[in-house]
């Protein structure tokens, strides 16, 4: 859908494949469009990490921007993560999003803490 730039100033482009190739300036994306960008750039950037290191990074955190995206967005970029998800490299995802929730096959949750119990508890659960 989208191809990024960097112009001659420094500036992210992106060309609109749905457009004709049209330029748009990065700011014209919506909130789901700005977090499938943000996360393609940052999978690109852990991916380009991971080739140029000497260690290996074997998990990724997402966190949030799902609450902008509609369910088929939300459907696509989790089948996407789910996707590059590896035997040495694991996507964790903090939500709040009860379709993402619902997706994910393990999670750890955290209990906030109780009068008289302590502090805050983490859980698993697997779907």
């Not at 494949?17 to 469009?33: F, H, I, P, Q």
């Not at 995206?69 to 970029?77: I, R, S, W």
């Not at 035997?87 to 949750?109: C, T």
């Amino acid at each position: 859908k989208y191809k990024m730039i960097v112009n001659e100033n420094a500036k992210f482009l992106l060309i609109d494949m749905k457009n004709g190739g049209a330029l748009r300036d990065v700011s014209t994306l919506s909130g789901g469009e700005t977090f499938l960008v943000s996360l393609a750039l940052a999978l690109a950037l852990s991916n380009e990490i991971q080739l140029k290191g000497n260690t290996s990074l074997e998990i990724f955190f997402l966190d949030e921007g799902f609450g902008t995206l509609d369910d088929e967005l939300v459907d696509t970029v989790i089948d996407a993560l789910e996707s590059l998800q590896t035997s040495r490299r694991a996507i964790g995802i903090i939500s709040h999003v009860e379709q993402i929730k619902n997706r994910v096959a393990a999670r750890l949750v955290v209990k906030e803490a109780k009068m008289g119990e302590g502090g805050s508890k983490i859980v698993t659960e697997k779907n």
